[in-house]
């Protein structure tokens, strides 16, 4: 028997977005408190990541423009520059703006990992891994046509309480532009 296995044609790909949470701090210090409403802001700060199969420019950038099919599963994943824990930074919404309509309607989903590995602190390495109950949210959509479209990516961006460095609150909303290309 054959152990080649059938493997649908679509894919999904995973694009990580890390915000530079200092610039924008310093670059847009009133920003909108409503999420409806949020402030938009330049690209020097995001820096987006998918794999290089699907990049066609600006992998690391803010202008990332990549490709998927119809039928792919596309997947967002924020995360401040502190890895969230004194800014952190929740993308909230994906929104179509021009262009071609290629995405469906994007959700929340998350994966929760009973055993993830983590670093060891009572190692001087981190080594071995401990282990932790972590919880790993993405915003995801089902591609649903070919075009290219113009969207805007949104976020929140919360900041360390002054008053308790325990807990973070809302600095303010952002977004930006980046591109899709689906053949």
């Known amino acids: 028997m054959d152990d080649v296995q059938q493997k649908s044609s ?3 790909i995973d694009v990580l977005i890390v915000i530079d949470t200092d610039y924008v701090r310093a670059t847009y210090p009133n920003p909108s408190k409503d999420p409806n409403n949020p402030t938009g802001i330049d690209h020097n700060s995001q820096h987006m990541i998918v794999s290089n199969a699907n990049a066609i420019s600006g992998q690391g950038s803010a202008d990332l423009n990549f490709s998927a099919r119809a039928g792919d599963t596309v997947s967002f994943r924020g ?23 290629v995405f469906n309607s994007f ?61 973070q609150i809302l600095f303010g909303y952002f977004y930006w532009d980046p591109t899709i290309t689906v053949k």
């Open 10 to 12: 679509s894919q999904e």
């Open 79 to 101: 995360t401040s520059i502190y890895q969230n824990s004194d800014d952190a930074v929740i993308i909230y919404n994906i929104k179509y703006w021009s262009g071609d309509q």
């Open 107 to 167: 959700i929340y989903n998350s994966v929760e990992r009973r055993q993830a590995a983590v670093p060891n602190l009572n190692s001087q390495n981190g080594l071995p891994a401990a282990a932790a109950d972590i919880t790993f949210a993405s915003i995801d959509s089902k591609v649903k046509a070919t075009g290219k479209e113009n969207f805007y990516v949104q976020f929140g961006l919360y900041i360390l309480d002054p008053n308790d460095s325990n807990k």
